[in-house]
């Protein structure tokens, strides 16, 4: 397996746009994490899923992000409109069950102007 | 506990000599522990994990010590190497937050040759 696979690697946009974050766990992996890492506030936890279900999205800053996750090897991450305060690297993880290891992607480092 | 703050702890070491990063964490209920290394422009890698009912685990030069009273969890990486150079992190999860891992701040180890 190919490990989680993010896209895109970088992503500039203007204030205002929406932006789609890409993810594909690894195979057989039930569980899909995203987060979110700044030098501010290090890595956090944005939301989580189970078997394609949003379990916990206490994470999710406002109401312009949004995630979901319409079968087991596809989630997004939106945020509409962006703001330059969402600028950050925001990874993908995935794992086999709870309480065991998660696996990261490589992310995606995001830029609002 | 939660990540917050403007830069990272440094631990700098000689090639070759052993080192140790430190974590404390904030829930006495947590009963898995990981530990996680980024490097530049990449994910968090899985390093080593150590639950509740132990107190020490060990890898390939890698060690975990977990002191439950304290809320205390140390790194400790035999004969340190160039490629050891790294930003880790401790995270701690509690069973009942389900797949939830919360991560610490970070230490950045230098390895000097």
């Known amino acids: 397996d190919a490990g989680v696979i993010q896209s895109p690697r970088h992503e500039v946009t203007e204030m205002g746009q929406e932006v789609t974050l890409r993810c594909k766990p690894i195979?057989?992996?039930?569980?899909l994490f995203w987060y979110r890492q700044t030098m501010m506030r290090g890595l956090e936890l944005l939301i989580y899923?189970?078997?394609?279900?949003?379990?916990?999205d206490s994470g999710m800053p406002e109401d312009r992000f949004s995630a979901k996750m319409p079968n087991a090897s596809f989630s997004t991450l939106k945020i509409q409109p962006s703001e330059p305060r969402d600028s950050a690297v925001y990874f993908c993880?995935?794992?086999?069950?709870?309480?065991?290891?998660?696996?990261f992607g490589q992310g995606t480092r995001l830029t609002v102007v | 506990g939660e990540s917050v703050g403007l830069h990272l702890p440094t631990l700098s070491v000689q090639e070759g000599d052993n080192s140790i990063i430190n974590c404390a964490y904030s829930?006495?209920?947590?009963?898995?522990f990981i530990w996680y290394k980024q490097e530049s422009g990449k994910g968090p890698q899985f390093i080593i994990d150590i639950r509740s009912n132990m107190d020490k685990r060990q890898g390939q030069r890698v060690t975990v010590l977990l002191n439950k009273t304290v809320k205390h969890l140390s790194l400790q990486i035999a004969a340190t190497q160039p490629g050891d150079s790294a930003v880790y992190f401790c995270?701690?999860?509690?069973?009942?937050?389900?797949?939830?891992?919360?991560f610490g701040q970070g230490t950045e180890l230098s390895v000097k040759p």
């Open positions: 899923f189970n078997n394609n279900v949003p379990i916990d």
């Open positions: 993880a995935s794992s086999l069950a709870l309480n065991g290891e998660a696996f």
């Open positions: 195979s057989g992996h039930d569980y």
């Open positions: 995270a701690e999860n509690e069973d009942n937050q389900g797949g939830k891992l919360i």
């Open positions: 829930n006495s209920a947590s009963d898995y």
